[in-house]
């Protein structure tokens, strides 16, 4: 038998010793590649923003590749190309951070997990520690 076959053998062994069942391991696995495909469908997401003028719109996609940039005839019209340039990575870093913010939102919905931002009290993260080491009770 090789490593990963044993890995797996002891994986197992160990789950029946606690008293999991092929259903309830069934289930789990299933809710894990539901969450999984949620999460990799977030890579189908995009979004759109505009530098300050609103004349320059750019779209980025949830994997982060912009995929459009669109000048109005206004922009083309009115900025000379340095600022028609700040316009354009404007839109695009603008488009970023929503990008950001809503790829978050998403996986804060998905995971039902409101605390992604707030690590643990001092205090706590010591007593876990602590007790992952067994230096408490």
Do not use: W
């Not at 076959?5 to 994986?11: G, Q, T």
């Amino acid at each position: 038998m090789n490593a990963d076959a044993e890995a797996i053998a002891a994986a197992a062994d160990e789950a029946r010793r606690q008293g999991y069942t092929d259903p309830s391991l069934r289930a789990v696995r299933e809710r894990v590649d539901g969450l999984a495909a949620r999460i990799a469908a977030l890579r189908e997401e995009s979004v759109e923003a505009s530098d300050a003028t609103g004349t320059v719109t750019a779209r980025v996609t949830g994997d982060g590749e912009v995929a459009e940039v669109y000048l109005s005839p206004q922009a083309v019209r009115d900025l000379d190309a340095d600022q028609l340039g700040a316009a354009c990575l404007e839109a695009v870093r603008q488009a970023q951070t929503r990008l950001s913010t809503t790829l978050t939102d998403r996986i804060r919905e998905i995971t039902g997990n409101d605390g992604v931002d707030q690590p643990p009290a001092p205090r706590q993260a010591l007593d876990e520690f602590l007790r992952g080491t067994g230096a408490v009770g």
